[in-house]
């Protein structure tokens, strides 16, 4: 079984402020993690994942998450907010092995907004 | 260009009613999935397939039914059986083995 709990519903920056969006995660067997992003009345569009190997992991727009297994996180953070990144955010897990097939289990999302 | 198309950007469902949605995806995919998204709820898996004629149910099937009939094609069917249909759609692909998953832009529904 997994689960993932995004902590905050909302978070409001600042133009230039770190951003820092949080996520917690439970599977039983290694995950795959991921973070989407989805604008106003779109589709989701994955910012990242973590597989295996690396730990520290880059995506799309400057965003990056660490995987942290002893704290079983994957935090989204990005040094520089913008306001094009004002969009609701979503934690995701899956179990490694061929049978989840895309199978992911998501987070409640996290919608954040930038001030000026 | 690739991806995937959902129709129609918004639907009207009247009490007793089914309605289908479509989704079209010319990415090659072989998996297919749909999601129903809520407020504050993350997304729910209703349904995957992983290849034609075939299709499991996800976390939250029952009132909604599907069929693959073509590798492109995944229609959601939201039948009467399905109490509180009124939500966000979003109908997704991959290649099966890659768990990135490509989203269409969404369907959203709503009960008259």
């Known amino acids: 079984a997994q689960s993932v709990t995004q902590l905050g519903s909302h978070v409001s920056v600042s133009e230039g402020a770190l951003v820092l969006l949080r996520c917690n995660y439970s599977?039983?067997?290694?995950?795959?993690l991921f973070w989407y992003v989805q604008y106003p009345n779109q589709g989701l569009q994955l910012l990242l994942k973590y597989t295996t190997g690396a730990t520290l992991v880059k995506g799309i727009n400057g965003f990056e998450a660490e995987f942290k297994k002893s704290e079983t996180s994957f935090h989204l953070t990005k040094p520089s907010a913008h306001m094009s990144d004002a969009a609701e955010y979503f934690c995701?897990?899956?179990?490694?092995?061929?049978?989840?097939?895309?199978?992911?289990?998501f987070g409640q999302g996290t919608i954040l907004t930038v001030h000026p | 260009d690739g991806g995937i198309t959902q129709s129609p950007k918004y639907l009207f469902r009247k009490e007793g009613q089914n309605v289908t949605l479509s989704c079209e995806q010319n990415?090659?995919?072989?998996?297919m999935y749909w999601y129903r998204q809520d407020p504050g709820q993350g997304l729910r898996l209703i349904y995957y397939?992983?290849?034609?004629?075939?299709?499991q149910k996800g976390d939250i099937a029952e009132g909604y039914s599907v069929s693959r009939e073509k590798k492109e094609s995944f229609p959601l069917t939201v039948t009467s059986a399905q109490k509180n249909p009124t939500a966000f759609y979003l109908c997704a692909s991959n290649w099966g083995t890659n768990e990135k998953l490509f989203f269409g832009s969404g369907t959203q529904l709503s009960v008259l």
């Open positions: 995701a897990v899956s179990g490694s092995g061929g049978t989840s097939y895309g199978k992911l289990t």
């Open positions: 599977s039983s067997v290694p995950p795959y």
């Open positions: 397939s992983q290849i034609v004629n075939d299709f």
């Open positions: 990415l090659n995919h072989d998996a």
